[in-house]
Every structure is written in structure tokens, then in C-alpha cells.
T-cell receptor
Framework: NAGVTQTPKFRVLKTGQSMTLLCAQD?????MYWYRQDPGMGLRLIHY???????AKGEVPDGYNVSRLKKQNFLLGLESAAPSQTSVYFC?????????????FGPGTRLTVT | DQQVKQNSPSLSVQEGRISILNCDYT??????FLWYKKYPAEGPTFLIS?????DKNEDGRFTVFLNKSAKHLSLHIVPSQPGDSAVYFC??????????????FGPGTRLSVLP
């Protein structure tokens, strides 16, 4: 099992450009999450999904959109990137019933917006 | 205002000794607490958790203690090993009134275990 994978690993964008980050998991997890991590701060929840076709806002959703068309994939979109979105982005997934709160994380995507 | 605080950005411990990492939280609605470990260029990995109805949970060398009245939890690693050198995140889980299930992470403590 690959676990949770993220594509791409690194990206540099110019202000105003758009991009999509892809997260994939092969553990048949129901729940998936997108976080961002900034220096000196913990991970902050951007959006999450409790199942295929569903999404919900987290703590810092502004400027991001998400989609969960397939159970194994969770996409994070930036429609018009801003320098404030420079961060490391982590995707995570978890079981829905047995152990819902223990998340498995991907390796992260380092995004720089200039 | 941070809801989960880890006031020590870093900690150094001698191999074989005990490592104690501390975490404080402000929201009494949190009902589940977790510790994650993170190596450079990798995502966090789950280490140990504790429900708010318990005050201790043990898993091998790792023990988490919860003091609900003080809104404080700690992670004990005994004995510490060089491979334990990593950043440790404390996290709290609960239901947020605006956006449902929520996980709040602390800023992390970098543990260095010296051989």
C-alpha cells in the first residue's frame, strides 16, 4: 500500500495563477482532509470530506476549493494564488467509524507564491 | 488565539533518559487528544491518543497523561532513543459549532535525543 500520496511535491506559482493539488489514498478511508502548515504554527484545517461527493469547510477555507469525486481522491484548488498561500500543504485520511480521529498524512506539497 | 499550545519549541534529552513533552489547551469542548511525530520532508505520523474520559494511555515506550482540570496533557518517552528525534505535535479534536469535526494542532516541539 502506498498510503497517502500527494502531487506535486513542490510548486512555484505567480500571483493570480491557479493550480490543483491532488491527494490520493489507497486505504479505503472515508474521511479526507487538507491542512496547511506555516512556520511557528500548527497544522490548520482548510477543508475536509466525510465521504465521496461531500466536502466541508475547516478553519481557514478562504481562497481554496475542494472536490471529492472519487472516494480515493481529494483535490485542493487555488483559483487565484496569493503570496499569503505560500505554505506546506498536507493531505490526510482516516477511517470513518473504527478509528475516526487517527489520521494518516501524505508527505506534503511545498507551495511558493511569488 | 491558539487553542492548543506547546510552549517549548525545542527540547534536548540524553539517550536513555525520559523525554517529557507538554501541551496545554483552552477549549473544554475537546474530547480527544493525539500526539503526532514528524520527520523532515515527511508528513506527520500518528503516535498515541487519549480520550477525555481517561487520564492515562500507554503504548510501549510512550505514555500520554491527561489532566482535564488543568487542560494539560503530556507525552512521556522512556527510554528516549536517537530515532525519537523529530517534531512532536499535540492535537485536539472536537466538534466545532460552525464547521463540524475539527482538529486543532499545536505548533510543535522539536525533540533532540543526544547519543
Amino acid at each position: 500500500n502506498a498510503g497517502v500520496t500527494q502531487t506535486p511535491k513542490f510548486r512555484v506559482l505567480k500571483t493570480g495563477q491557479s493550480m490543483t493539488l491532488l491527494c490520493a489514498q489507497d486505504m479505503n478511508h472515508e474521511y479526507m482532509y487538507w491542512y496547511r502548515q506555516d512556520p511557528g504554527m500548527g497544522l490548520r484545517l482548510i477543508h475536509y470530506s466525510v465521504g465521496e461527493g461531500t466536502t466541508a469547510k475547516g478553519e481557514v477555507p478562504d481562497g481554496y476549493n475542494v472536490s471529492r469525486l472519487k472516494k480515493q481522491n481529494f483535490l485542493l484548488g487555488l483559483e487565484s494564488a496569493a503570496p499569503s498561500q505560500t505554505s506546506v500543504y498536507f493531505c490526510a485520511s482516516s477511517y470513518s467509524r473504527l478509528r475516526p480521529r487517527e489520521q494518516y498524512f501524505g508527505p506534503g506539497t511545498r507551495l511558493t507564491v511569488t | 488565539d491558539q487553542q492548543v499550545k506547546q510552549n517549548s519549541p525545542s527540547l534536548s534529552v540524553q539517550e536513555g533518559r525520559i523525554s517529557i513533552l507538554n501541551c496545554d489547551y483552552t477549549n473544554s469542548m475537546f474530547d480527544y487528544f493525539l500526539w503526532y511525530k514528524k520527520y523532515p520532508a515527511e508528513g506527520p505520523t500518528f503516535l498515541i491518543s487519549i480520550s477525555s474520559i481517561k487520564d492515562k494511555n500507554e503504548d510501549g515506550r510512550f505514555t500520554v497523561f491527561l489532566n482535564k482540570s488543568a487542560k494539560h496533557l503530556s507525552l512521556h518517552i522512556v527510554p528516549s532513543q536517537p530515532g525519537d528525534s523529530a517534531v512532536y505535535f499535540c492535537a485536539a479534536s472536537g466538534i466545532h459549532r460552525n464547521y463540524g469535526q475539527n482538529f486543532v494542532f499545536g505548533p510543535g516541539t522539536r525533540l533532540s535525543v543526544l547519543p
